[in-house]
């Protein structure tokens, strides 16, 4: 099929992305990325911030100083809402960060990796990175697609999401040729919670990009026999990757 609209999708769920994508609502995903980049009280720029959840939780509760940059409008509309006047939020895109050289103290990029053209994207990070900087990435471990809740559903969807998701091995050769140092990787496995519903919204509203590379016959297909599968509570393991590197 056709390179799906990545960004008309983006801008299409950006007003509901938060309730049905938010990743970060436990604090676990946060708490690991300030522990291996130091971000406490940090500028720090998030690269694809979406609709800003993030970023929101690092304020809270890590005193940052948010910074955001992501290429749909309508997130970038979304994330202001959520943080406020004060946040530095950009409409932009990894691959042309629009920063000066040295001008990013720490960045993080969380499930977004898998959707930039990352040689350049993670050149322009060094680029704009100070020397003392740091990078931190959290996105999902390829190594467990086929375990993924929803794979059972939609055949194709395992499949898709091991051709869009680097490995740890890629990320870290990626990260060197770009000029970053003191690579280093570790597993993140976060046991979650999802009510019949909220699977079920999820599904519908296609809250994950990857719907965007199934037919709409399979996508339909999977809808139906979810609705007649799924328990009242789903109990499943959310594994991630987490790179951290310095420039």
């Known amino acids: 099929m056709p390179t799906p609209d990545l960004g008309a999708h983006f801008d299409a769920i950006a007003s509901e992305y938060a309730g049905l994508r938010d990743t970060s609502a436990d604090g676990r995903v946060t708490d690991a990325l ?3 980049a130091d971000l406490g009280g940090c500028w720090v720029l998030d690269v694809g911030c979406g609709p800003g959840r993030l970023l929101a939780d690092l304020v809270a509760r890590y005193e940052v100083r948010p910074m955001g940059v992501d290429r749909s ?14 946040a530095d939020l950009r409409v932009g895109v990894a691959e042309d960060l629009p920063y000066d050289d040295g001008e990013i103290e720490r960045a993080v990029a969380t499930m977004a990796v898998h959707l930039m ?4 994207a993670f050149a322009e990070l060094h680029r704009a990175l100070r020397d003392e900087g740091r990078l931190a990435i959290a996105t999902a471990d390829p190594a467990y697609f086929d375990q993924g809740w929803m794979a059972r559903f939609f055949p194709s969807y395992a499949a898709a999401d091991r051709a869009r998701f680097p490995t740890a091995d890629t990320l870290s050769a990626e990260l060197r040729a770009a000029g970053f140092c003191e690579v280093s990787g570790e597993s993140l496995a976060i046991p979650r919670v999802l009510a019949r519903q909220g699977a079920l919204d999820k599904l519908r509203r296609r809250a994950f990009s990857t719907f965007e590379y199934l037919s709409d016959e399979e996508w339909l297909h999977g809808i139906s026999l979810a609705e007649r599968a799924l328990p009242g509570m789903l109990r499943y393991t959310h594994h991630m990757l987490l790179i951290a590197a310095r420039p």
Request: proline residues 14%; charged residues 30%.
């Open 34 to 36: 300030v522990r291996v």
């Open 73 to 86: 409008p309508a997130m970038i509309a979304a994330a202001r809402a959520e943080l406020g006047p004060n």
């Open 117 to 120: 053209d990352r040689p350049r």
